[in-house]
């Protein structure tokens, strides 16, 4: 069975400014290819330069009070052994220079901060690649952590597909399978990199997808992807036909299986589920039994039925 798909970067990343502003330049187009660590975009936030250029002068201001503070405190110490002052005023001097040095520690703390968010106005490109979509223009307002371009890295492609949870038997991550392009000839070869455990969006088909390294494929192509129908050569029977009962208390699975034109119920256990099938457990049914799959509710045990052509 084919399975359609689009191809893909392995690497991608929606790129965002971690400040607000207005963007003031952006220096790449669409498909253009760059360099891991490139300027790409820069940001405009009136606050970020003034905020930097007041968080040094703090700093400034308590690193001159912190070094005057530390001479007036080994002045302190030669008066009080000269026994002019009192071992509570030495403490007070010691006391304030402590504070400042304390302050000139967070002052620091704070100039790093805004200098990192000073660099934070300049987007730069996270890894080599090529930019897929720009999703704002110059001069757009832009908020913290909103979506401002994509960038697909070149060095490997890959496709993602949905398929039925039962086709997942037999699947193993490395396994190679076969590809074909769409709207051209030729097979390519996949290999099996992620096998969903979960289904896709509460739907019953669970995604896979499959590496294409080093081959004729471009991002955006369409492709399906081959996978074999997993051999079972259990028992099936269709799912409208099992019902359950209740039987003195016993909740148990069970159809209604048909003899000589009469419908006699045979408890059974169920398997996995196969599409509109459910394998059977046990020998509790044969190969070739009839059993109804319609009207369920409406027969007894017993019950006479004619088998329409």
């Known amino acids: 069975m084919r399975f359609a798909g689009v191809v893909r970067a392995r690497q991608r990343a929606q790129l965002t400014f971690q400040v607000g502003g207005v963007l003031r330049s952006r220096s790449v187009e669409i498909g253009q290819a760059v360099e891991q660590g490139q300027v790409l975009a820069t940001l405009y936030n009136p606050e970020l330069e003034p ?64 200098e990192q968010l000073q660099g934070e106005s300049q987007l730069r490109a996270p890894f080599a690649g090529r930019i897929e979509a720009l999703l704002v223009e110059p001069g757009e307002f832009i908020a913290p952590g909103q979506p401002v371009m994509g960038l697909a890295a070149s060095n490997g492609l890959e496709v993602e597909v949905l398929i039925p949870g039962h086709m997942l038997e037999g699947l193993a991550v490395g396994q190679q399978l076969p590809v074909w392009q769409s709207l051209a000839d030729g097979q390519l070869l996949g290999r099996v990199v992620e096998i969903g455990q979960g289904s896709s969006q509460g739907s019953a088909l669970y995604p896979l997808v499959v590496a294409l390294e080093h081959q004729a494929a471009r991002t955006g192509d369409a492709v399906e992807v081959g996978i074999g129908m997993p051999s079972d050569d259990s028992l099936k029977i269709p799912l409208a036909a099992v019902m359950r009962l209740s039987n003195g208390g016993n909740d148990g699975l069970a159809v209604f299986r048909v003899t000589d034109g009469r419908v006699e119920r045979v408890p059974v256990q169920a398997g996995a589920l196969r599409g509109e099938q459910v394998t059977l457990v046990g020998d509790s049914l044969q190969a070739g039994d009839l059993v109804v799959y319609a009207g369920l509710t409406r027969l007894s045990d017993g019950d006479s039925v004619e088998l329409l052509p």
């Open 51 to 114: 905020a930097r250029n007041a968080s040094r002068a703090r700093l400034a201001e308590l690193r001159a009070q912190a070094a005057q503070a530390e001479r007036e405190a080994q002045r302190s110490d030669q008066l009080f052994e000269r026994g002019v002052i009192s071992a509570q005023q030495r403490e007070q001097q010691q006391a304030r220079l402590d504070a400042l040095q304390a302050g000139v520690a967070s002052a620091r703390a704070s100039l790093s901060q805004t």
